[in-house]
């Protein structure tokens, strides 16, 4: 087996700024998607009403549907929301590269957008069933090479 010779300070200091410009990059996309998570949850909440008028949502009663619904959008936001403020402190090399604070935020920027992808079609599946799937539709079109493609290794 080959040993892998200590970095230098120089290539060490390369390897953090890479990985700080990779929150600087999320910073905008999990805040959109914070934002974006938490104005579904004010639409849930205030068209309550109409959800529960539907007898049943896919296999689930329309009541225990609402309670999934919140659960999820809740959870999505507040991924979001920490990752955000992860990657902030990240960015302004407050939080070492590798620490568990810095993985914590990477953590919660790589699950956040397939949360999203699932959450979108289920704020729609109410008011438009299909319109639901076509979003799930793409979602795994766009997300499943994404997330199964290997990585490129840099030289």
Same mark, same amino acid.
């Given at each position: 087996m080959k040993e892998k010779k200590p970095l @230098?300070?120089?290539? /060490?200091?390369?390897?953090?700024?890479? *990985?700080?410009? +990779?929150?600087?990059?999320? #910073? !905008?996309?999990?805040?959109?998607?914070?934002? #974006?998570?938490? *104005? =579904?949850? &004010?639409?849930?909440?205030?068209?309550? =009403?109409?959800?529960?008028?539907?007898?049943?949502? !896919? &296999?689930?009663? *329309?009541? @225990? +549907?609402? /309670?999934?619904?919140?659960?999820v959008l809740a959870t999505v936001s507040a991924i979001c929301v920490m990752g955000c403020l992860t990657a902030q402190r990240a960015a302004a090399h407050i939080i070492e590269a590798g620490s568990r604070a810095w993985k914590f935020g990477y953590w %919660?920027?790589?699950?956040?957008?397939? =949360?999203?992808?699932?959450?979108?079609? %289920? &704020?729609?599946f109410p008011f438009a069933p299909m319109a639901a799937w076509v979003v799930v539709l793409v979602g795994v079109i766009f997300a499943v090479p994404t997330l199964l493609l290997p990585k490129k290794k840099s030289k």
């Open positions: @230098t300070k120089e290539e /060490q200091k390369k390897k953090d700024d890479d *990985a700080m410009r +990779y929150f600087e990059d999320s #910073i !905008l996309i999990l805040g959109f998607l914070g934002g #974006i998570s938490l *104005a =579904a949850l &004010v639409l849930v909440l205030s068209e309550k =009403a109409n959800i529960l008028d539907a007898k049943t949502i !896919l &296999v689930f009663s *329309a009541d @225990t +549907y609402f /309670q999934i619904l919140t659960i %919660m920027h790589n699950i956040s957008f397939p =949360a999203f992808l699932i959450t979108l079609p %289920m &704020v729609m």
